[in-house]
């Protein structure tokens, strides 16, 4: 039995670095930021990770909690901007953010290394470590969206003219879910470096900005279960069907279209609706039966 | 030598300019962003290449074939993956992720017809002739490629312009409910402003596989990203302001290039996106949307 768990840790490991990612996501949205810079984020926590590891032999950790740093520091500085677009500005803001840290990332041969990437990072956590990582991680979101704090995300992105009515800060709670998506971001590159051993600028391009957005998108967007559950999926189901490993990226495509048409609010956030309004229903019934 | 430079740069402008400007006349009148305007572009490319190696057809008809492939290309896609969207009237987001999927599906169905493989055009496709003016060497390929991006934006302004359709594209995009209550065909109209889109993507991906002589399944990403950069710097929905920042955009791009670095050079045209949307989000024409900033404080 520990043999069958054991050889499904490599798998766990994706899912739980992909989760850690799809959190950083998901913050960004639950604020009404459309903000597509998680692979940013990410590659820098990855490579600041690397080298500080590798070069300086900074502590792991250590070195953990800097690319967290540095993703939160570059998110404060890009909130300012930031906040003075909306939509689909925000959107082309972000991917232009992807597309800067790519070519830096490529082009600094003598820091990155360029194509070839960095190589041999050694590994200091095990499944179980990242399994707390994400706890953790998924504590604070927890308790974020559950305070003030998240009833504020919600309003504001529902309707933005309610929310300044209200008397909430647009700028100041939408420079918040930007600072954790960045920090979240920096944790899950910093992770990544950690799982893979070896890393190259290309893994942090466009195909990991689309694989994230469609982990959200399929979960749910509205809550953490959403985020996890979509990692969990994406993740799993490539190694399910390794038979049909050539077509992924077809499938991945259709996923996302089907799902963002027939299914737009994703499979833990319609189940949960679902279970709401089941519940609603049957206490209505009750009141009118005790009537 | 930099007025070389500064020629070439409009040449490739001229390209980024015709395909900008599908993906700002989609924004224009559906208000969706085609993430997958760039698959489409390379399909074109992909069919053009097809009519000259596997059927031995002339350079004008791999250009009409790129352009009907894009077009139709373009409209199957607004009939999957946008109409449905639209008829819910689903947010802005929804179409950003449909078409991000749609262009995931189409850039690997592209790697498996191509087998990963850079394809070119046959040495003789075009004629070689070369101009001498000015100091400057100025190939035929180039005076065609100006040539066509004129004609094609002239047509297109006339187009939204002049006819009936313009007018009747401006209603739709003002509203289609509206336009419907004045005895417009919301979905015909749709129809053709996706099909104009492809057509021009189409168009645009046969010149730059001949311009830089080589079709390959990437190379439509390169180039949205860049168009992303144009169509800001014109301002979303301009067609206008579309073909003047392509010009803006291709020759700094060349310059770039040829006087620093390659690599320098996409980071220095996605940082000037960045700067128009912190200075003028609007672009170069744009008027301010009411949606691009709700009012606060």
Same mark, same amino acid.
């Not at chain 1, 740093?69 to 998110?75: C, E, F, H, R, T």
């Not at chain 1, 982990?215 to 969990?232: D, F, I, N, P, Y």
């Not at chain 2, 003002?174 to 919301?186: V, W």
């Given at each position: ?33 459309? #903000? ?22 900074? %502590? ?22 930031? #906040? ?88 100041? %709670? ?32 466009? %195909? ?26 994406? #993740? ?49 019934? %009750? ?5 | ?74 409209? @199957? ?21 449909? @078409? ?75 509203? $289609? ?43 439509? $990403? ?19 302001? @579309?073909?003047? @920042? ?52």
């Amino acid at each position: 039995m520990i043999d069958l768990l054991l050889s499904y840790r490599s798998v766990a490991d994706i899912v739980l670095v992909n989760a850690v990612l799809a959190c950083s996501q998901y913050i960004a949205f639950r604020a009404g930021v459309f #903000s597509l810079g998680t692979a940013a984020f990410a590659s820098l926590g990855a490579y600041c990770t690397a080298l500080l590891v590798m070069q300086a032999g900074v %502590h792991p950790a250590v070195a953990t909690f800097a690319a967290m740093a540095i993703g939160g520091v570059l998110s404060a500085l890009l909130a300012l901007p930031l #906040s003075r677009l909306r939509g689909v500005f925000q959107a082309l803001a972000t991917l232009a953010l992807v597309q800067i840290v790519l070519s830096g990332t490529l082009n600094l041969t003598e820091i990155t290394n360029g194509a070839l990437g960095i190589n041999g990072i050694p590994r200091p956590i095990g499944t179980l470590g990242l399994l707390a990582v994400v706890a953790v991680v998924v504590y604070i979101l927890l308790a974020v969206g559950g305070s003030s704090i998240g009833r504020a995300f919600d309003v504001i992105r529902e309707d933005e003219t309610v929310a300044v009515a209200l008397g909430i800060s647009v700028d100041r %709670h939408q420079l918040l879910a930007f600072v954790l998506s960045g920090v979240l971001g920096g944790l899950a590159g910093s992770l990544y470096a950690f799982t893979r051993y070896t890393i190259i600028p290309t893994d942090f391009g466009f %195909h990991m900005l689309i694989n994230v957005l469609a982990m959200v998108v399929l979960g749910g967007r509205l809550s953490v279960w959403g985020a996890l559950c979509g990692a969990t999926i994406l #993740s799993v189901l490539p190694e399910m069907f390794r038979v049909f490993a050539d077509y992924r990226m077809e499938f991945q495509g259709g996923l996302l279209m089907l799902c963002i048409i027939f299914l737009p609010r994703g499979v833990a956030d319609s189940v949960i609706v679902w279970y709401r309004d089941k519940r609603l229903k049957a206490q209505l019934a %009750h009141q009118e039966a005790s009537i | 030598m930099l007025l070389q430079q500064i020629l070439n740069g409009i040449v490739v402008g001229g390209v980024y300019a015709l395909f900008a400007m599908g993906l700002t006349l989609v924004f224009g009148v559906n208000h969706i962003m085609n993430m997958a305007h760039g698959a489409v572009f390379m399909w074109g490319a992909f069919a053009g290449l097809f009519a000259v190696t596997a059927l031995g057809q002339s350079l004008f008809v791999a250009l009409l074939v790129g352009m009907l492939t894009g077009g139709l290309l373009s409209v @199957a896609l607004d009939w999957i993956a946008f109409r449905p969207l639209r008829r819910r009237s689903a947010p802005l987001f929804s179409t950003i992720v449909a @078409a991000f999927g749609a262009d995931l599906v189409l850039i690997s169905l592209a790697q498996k017809a191509s087998n990963t493989a850079v394809m070119r055009f046959p040495f003789d496709t075009f004629p070689i002739v070369i101009f001498k003016f000015l100091g400057m060497r100025i190939q035929l390929l180039q005076i065609v490629i100006v040539a066509v991006s004129v004609l094609m934006v002239l047509g297109l302004l006339y187009f939204l312009y002049g006819s009936r359709f313009g007018l009747q594209a401006r209603a739709v995009a003002f509203s $289609e409910n509206t336009s419907k209550l004045l005895g417009i065909n919301p979905g015909l109209v749709n129809f053709q402003v996706f099909f104009i889109s492809g057509a021009l993507a189409g168009i645009a991906g046969v010149l730059i596989g001949l311009v830089f002589n080589s079709v390959h399944f990437m190379m439509g $990403e390169p180039l949205l990203l860049r168009a992303f950069v144009v169509i800001i710097l014109g301002g979303l929905g301009s067609i206008g302001g @579309a073909l003047v @920042a392509g010009l803006i955009i291709g020759v700094i791009q060349t310059l770039s290039v040829a006087y620093i670095s390659p690599g320098v050079a996409d980071a220095i045209v996605f940082s000037l996106l960045f700067l128009v949307l912190i200075v003028r989000p609007t672009g170069l024409f744009g008027r301010a949307h009411s949606d691009l900033r709700v009012a606060r404080r």
